[in-house]
């Protein structure tokens, strides 16, 4: 993966602050996707898919159209948000809204609030692709997890304690090899977008030529006296080795979404 290099860059592209939390996830998702598809491919990919929407037959299976670079779904994903890839940050603020609402966390309506997921989501799915995915033993991953298909038959006439026991030794036989469970610590479990959020503002200020100290003079300047960041997405670190960690996993999870 090449880095780019900029030689300047705008808060839009690293002060994440102004977010609400219902935009964390389709944020990351939107910013990861932005390192890899190029405004050129992005108007490449829709014009394409454009095109074969209008003219690809319905009762038969065609090829879909190709990009250079890009997978199916990146370029599904660029036709889908035709403003992309304009910074999320410079969005008005009612496409913000709809391609929050649009980018499904859970299986029906955020269900599961993103803790199961389909995506795509099985509505979307021919059954013969359905089928495969299923029968996959290769778990999926992207910047927001580890995802498996399964098919399961519930008795609806056994208690909930009873389905929930039963749910339980189930998810233990289930689990990929080596993905351990995540251990939550408090009420309830956080969402990692504002993390991955907070990688990705490390990784763009790492690539403009600035280091951990360099950067967090940039950031304190920036932000001045009024820090007000709730959703922790400010590249703030207490120790260089945070900063080239965030870096790293920045990196690792762009390469993620570009397989």
């Not at 102004?18 to 998702?29: G, V």
């Not at 309506?109 to 089928?131: K, Q, Y």
């Not at 749910?167 to 289930?174: D, E, N, P, S, Y």
């Not at 790492?206 to 006296?225: C, L, P, W, Y």
């Amino acid at each position: 993966m090449t880095r780019r290099q900029k030689k300047a860059i705008t808060p839009e592209e690293w002060d994440f602050r102004s977010l609400t939390e219902d935009e964390l996830y389709a944020a990351a998702k939107y910013e990861y996707a932005r390192e890899i598809v190029s405004p050129k491919q992005a108007r490449e990919a829709r014009a394409k898919l454009n095109n074969y929407e209008k003219t690809a037959p319905k009762d038969t299976l065609t090829a879909i159209p190709a990009v250079d670079g890009l997978s199916c779904l990146l370029m599904y994903f660029s036709w889908e948000h035709p403003k992309f890839p304009l910074p999320w940050l410079k969005l008005p603020p009612r496409t913000r809204t709809k391609y929050a609402k649009n980018t499904r966390q859970g299986i029906i309506g955020n269900l599961f609030d993103g803790f199961i997921t389909a995506i795509p989501s099985p509505d979307e799915l021919e059954v013969s692709r359905m089928v495969e995915l299923i029968e996959s033993e290769s778990p999926k991953h992207d910047i927001h997890g580890v995802y498996s298909w399964h098919f399961a038959q519930i008795n609806w006439l056994r208690s909930d304690k009873q389905i929930l026991a039963e749910f339980q030794r189930w998810l233990k036989a289930v689990r990929p090899t080596g993905v351990k469970p995540v251990v939550v610590k408090g009420k309830k479990a956080q969402s990692n977008d504002h993390t991955l959020l907070k990688w990705l503002a490390a990784y763009r200020l790492d690539s403009t030529g600035m280091n951990f100290t360099t950067a967090q003079r940039h950031i304190n300047e920036h932000v001045g006296k009024k820090l007000n960041d709730t959703l922790d997405v400010l590249p703030r670190f207490s120790h260089a080795s945070g900063w080239h960690a965030a870096i790293r996993k920045a990196i690792t999870q762009i390469r993620r979404t570009s397989a």
